[in-house]
Nanobody
Framework: QVQLLESGGGLVQAGGSLRLSCAASGGTISNYAMGWFRQAPGKEREFVTTIDWSGTSTYYANSVKGRFTISRDHVKNTVYLQMNMLKPEDTAVYYC?????????????????WGQGTQVTVSS
C-alpha cells in the first residue's frame, strides 16, 4: 500500500516561495500519475497540477500557471511542487495524490492515494 507524506508547508509573505515535497513509501510511484490539490477554509478541494508517470507532461490550473512547477524524482520516489510569487489566495491545505494510471489526471476521483496534507499560509 503506497503512502504519501507531504512536507514543506509553512507561513510565507506574499511574493515569496515555498517548495512542497511528497515522499512515497510502501511502493514505487514511478508508473503513477501524480497531482497536487488544495483546499482553502470553507471551500471545496480544487485541482492545482498534475504530472504524468515520465515527468514529461504537466498541466496546471489557470490560477497557478506560470507560478507553480510540478516535478518528480524517480530515484527518490518523490514529487515536488515549487511555488513562486505566492499570493494570499494560495493559502490552503495542499494535498499530494497518486493515480495508478500513468497519464495525467485532472479530477480528484481519478486518484487512488492521498497524503494527509500540508498547510500553506500566505500573508499579505
Amino acid at each position: 500500500q503506497v503512502q504519501l507524506l507531504e512536507s514543506g508547508g509553512g507561513l510565507v509573505q506574499a511574493g515569496g516561495s515555498l517548495r512542497l515535497s511528497c515522499a512515497a513509501s510502501g511502493g514505487t510511484i514511478s508508473n503513477y500519475a501524480m497531482g497536487w490539490f488544495r483546499q482553502a477554509p470553507g471551500k471545496e478541494r480544487e485541482f492545482v497540477t498534475t504530472i504524468d508517470w515520465s515527468g514529461t507532461s504537466t498541466y496546471y490550473a489557470n490560477s497557478v500557471k506560470g507560478r507553480f512547477t510540478i516535478s518528480r524524482d524517480h530515484v527518490k520516489n518523490t514529487v515536488y511542487l515549487q511555488m513562486n510569487m505566492l499570493k494570499p489566495e494560495d493559502t490552503a491545505v495542499y494535498y499530494c495524490a497518486g493515480s495508478k494510471g500513468s497519464a495525467m489526471r485532472y479530477y480528484s476521483a481519478a486518484y487512488d492515494y492521498w497524503g494527509q496534507g500540508t498547510q500553506v499560509t500566505v500573508s499579505s
